[in-house]
């Protein structure tokens, strides 16, 4: 069989930060970056990069061939491994993998590795998966290759993605809906230059202090409380003020995600204003709230509002990466160079920005 092309798109989310780790909602686009693999049958799985370096050279099942597998390699082995526990028959894949998505800012570019190797391994083997089994086959793959316990965000908007759309996904019944993103409004992201990486992150002690609040809450259903419940049921000192605050940030920013799906469905002006509040209340929930910012995003989120931005906030996991401004399409190119300048007077880190548009999830190319 000859040499296929398959692509899995990187995502930006819009809002709905850490919700996945409760089952709550997100809505995140998928982007026009993404990862490429060009690849046709074979025995064993073989696949070069020339950008990420090095190859990843393993059984079909994703067994290592010799030595300890290592670097991006881990999530190609672990993808494979998940799909064998699934049934996949061992049937290998060599070829190429490219990437158009800058690594370590927060865009899920692992994630789209694990998405794009899954396709790929899926299609050789004539073993076809629903999109989101395949979504979660990567997000084990993700648990077993680095150990982050993270949500099904970031697999289940690069198979679900939608050009124009975001997705409103909720992540505890998986059900889903798309939200048109108005045409006037372009997407444009913006990396810190501060790298971040999952494994690395506060990410795990965070989902766990989620945890040991939702286990403080004996009898509430923390699906069902409000804001002002919380903070009572932390002033009567039913919750520790650590587990309070992670809380808050959950319970508030599901409701964003809601408020935010409506605003965007009617972008009148006054809509369009309240985005940008709601954007600010996500931000600032984030930095104080569930503690995930860093003083480069707080920066590049006040000089996106400053050059007039409708709407500025963090994304993605924290702790570095990027964030996520809604601008008026005309005005994109020119914010985002202003932005770029600006922070690069502030600091020593270079920023760099991306104008992007929502598109298509996972497929072959050919
Ligand atoms: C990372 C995780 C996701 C999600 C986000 C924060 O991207 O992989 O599951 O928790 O952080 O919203």
């Known amino acids: 069989m000859k040499t296929q092309v398959y692509w899995a798109p990187g995502r930006v989310n819009l809002i709905g930060e850490f919700t996945d780790l409760s089952g709550g909602p997100v809505l995140p686009a998928a982007l026009d970056l993404g990862v490429r693999i060009d690849a046709a049958p074979a025995k064993a799985i073989s696949l070069v990069s020339h950008e990420l370096g090095g190859a990843a050279e393993l059984a079909a099942d994703g067994k290592p061939l010799e030595g300890e597998t290592d670097g991006w390699a881990r999530y190609v082995a672990a993808v494979a491994i998940e799909l064998a526990l699934l049934g996949r028959p061992a049937v290998g894949l060599e070829g190429e993998i490219t990437s158009t998505l800058p690594i370590g800012a927060g865009l899920s570019s692992s994630a789209a590795l694990e998405v794009a190797v899954g396709l790929a391994l899926c299609t050789v083997a004539d073993f076809p998966l629903e999109p989101m089994e395949l979504a979660q086959a990567a997000r084990r793959a993700e648990h077993r290759a680095v150990g982050v316990p993270c949500g099904i965000l970031d697999q289940a908007a690069s198979v679900l993605g939608r050009a124009g759309n975001a997705t409103l996904l909720e992540t505890g019944s998986l059900a889903y809906e798309y939200v048109p993103l108005p045409e006037e409004i372009a997407l444009v992201i913006v990396d810190s230059g ?5 494994e690395s992150s506060g990410y795990g002690a965070r989902r766990d202090e989620l945890e040991r609040a939702f ?26 003020p650590i587990a309070a605050r992670r809380l808050r ?34 931000h600032e929930s984030l930095r104080l709230d569930w503690e995930a910012t860093t003083p480069e995003l707080d920066l590049l989120v006040e000089l996106a509002y400053e050059q007039g931005a409708v709407a500025a906030r963090m994304t993605g996991g924290g702790f570095g990466g990027s964030i996520v401004v809604l601008a008026r399409a005309k005005e994109a190119p020119a914010l985002a160079d202003a932005v770029v300048t600006a922070y690069g007077d502030r600091g020593d880190t270079p920023a760099r920005a991306y104008i992007c548009r929502a598109s298509d999830g996972a497929r072959r190319l050919s």
Not at 218 to 237: K, N, Y
């Open 249 to 282: 940030h959950v319970v508030g920013e599901s409701e964003r995600v809601y408020e935010v799906a409506r605003l965007l469905r009617d972008p009148s002006a006054a809509n369009l204003q309240r985005l940008g509040e709601v954007f600010r209340e996500g």
């Open 194 to 198: 501060v790298s971040r990486r999952l």
């Open 215 to 240: 286990a403080a809450l004996s009898g509430h259903d923390p699906h069902e409380l409000t804001v002002a419940e919380i903070d009572e049921i932390a002033h009567s000192g039913g919750l520790d």
